[in-house]
């Protein structure tokens, strides 16, 4: 779950050790409020900061998304999200935190930002 612009839903992929995917199905509250659909490739490193117990790895990606428009003029974007994610240790639950510039390709450029925090159960 994450909790910003926008709100919503969010599962990440591991791909490797550093590096995975997340997608969120969100609503973003911007304007008249949107549904909003993102997927990123995110990179990860560990030894950035040294924490005590756990690990909090610094992110950074590239990604998509769309934002679906009750006037039917949809926005397609490019996302680079940046962020730190606290992984408790022994459990499997992480919390994180992110900042998202977003430059809109579509219907007309834009510049947005967006940013959040969030919580993940991993199975």
Request: charged residues 20%; proline residues 5%.
């Amino acid at each position: 779950m994450i909790v910003g612009e926008p709100t919503g839903l969010s599962a990440k992929m591991w791909t490797t050790e550093s590096t995975g995917f997340d997608l969120g199905l969100a609503w973003s509250w911007s304007g008249d409020g949107h549904f909003h659909i993102h997927a990123d490739y995110l990179f990860h490193n560990f030894g950035l900061f040294d924490v005590s117990k756990g690990m909090l790895p610094f992110y950074v990606g590239i990604g998509g998304r769309m934002l679906f428009r009750d006037d039917d003029d949809d926005n397609i974007g490019v996302r680079i999200p940046v962020g730190i994610e606290y992984y408790f240790e022994g459990a499997p639950v992480a919390v994180f935190g992110e900042v998202v510039p977003i430059l809109d390709l579509a219907p007309s450029t834009d510049f947005e930002l967006n940013g959040g925090l969030g919580v993940r159960f991993y199975f």
